[in-house]
């Protein structure tokens, strides 16, 4: 498996060094549009904090920068909710016990900005790409209170961090109809170290399920696998080539 600054070095050797023979019929610069899921792996002490992978969804848009040649740029946000706790307790609440269900759980915002570079390797409707980003990881942590009888619910962020963070991305685009494409992806993904809270098999719930997380200190390091639907548009309606 490449390291991240491996696939992010190969991306920026071929793009500056790159004389590349794509070609359009059109002088407009295309756009990608990009809805993906995905399954989220964490690795290392990320992966100890939250063994089982979650899921992540995936907004992002690119622009061609130049007609001579197929970089885009682009930026992208994905969220993540997982590390999740639930408990019902019984609480004194207007002088009488009503049963309180919580849940807490850990939210993961990825904002970035990158490059994208197709190179000219395309196989009919198959158009593989490369991707470099640079960006930022926020992982906040929620804990929801509904009183059950009375219907009523709010909900708190406890505890919150932003770190630089930055990925490397592999990924195939197949082309479906005219201007839609299934878009499959494989990212490797890490951050400078941050402080988050995570789920302790070991502590009891006293008054709520936040009694059950503690804080660590760690990169956020991931495999991303995603599955998606890409649209591509210029300035051109019938969408030709």
Do not use: C
């Not at 622009?63 to 040649?69: C, G, N, P, V």
């Not at 932003?162 to 685009?173: D, E, V």
């Not at 789920?199 to 956020?220: I, Y």
């Amino acid at each position: 498996m490449l390291k991240i600054h491996k696939i992010i070095g190969i991306f920026l050797l071929v793009w500056i060094t790159s004389a590349t023979g794509y070609a359009q019929d059109t002088s407009a610069k295309f756009n990608f549009l990009d809805f993906s899921v995905g399954l989220v792996s964490p690795q290392r002490t990320f992966g100890k904090s939250f063994g089982d992978g979650f899921f992540n969804l995936d907004l992002a848009y690119h622009r061609q920068i130049s007609l001579e040649k197929p970089v885009f740029w682009g930026i992208g946000i994905g969220y993540s909710k997982f590390g999740s706790v639930y408990g019902t307790f019984e609480e004194t609440i207007d002088l009488s016990f009503e049963e309180v269900s919580y849940s807490t759980y850990n939210n993961l915002v990825n904002f970035r900005g990158g490059f994208r570079y197709y190179p000219d390797l395309f196989f009919g409707r198959f158009y593989p790409y490369i991707e470099g980003e640079l960006g930022g990881a926020w992982i906040f942590t929620t804990t929801d209170r509904t009183i059950t009888a009375l219907e009523t619910s709010e909900s708190d962020i406890n505890f919150g961090r932003i770190a630089p963070s930055m990925g490397g991305t592999i990924g195939l685009n197949i082309e479906i109809v005219d201007s839609w494409y299934l878009s499959l992806g494989y990212t490797i993904f890490k951050s400078l170290p941050i402080r988050y809270l995570y789920p302790d098999d070991n502590a009891v719930q006293l008054d709520s399920t936040l009694d059950v997380f503690k804080e660590r200190r760690s990169t956020v390091d991931a495999n991303i696998f995603r599955i998606g639907i890409t649209m591509r548009w210029d300035r051109y309606t019938n969408f030709e080539e």
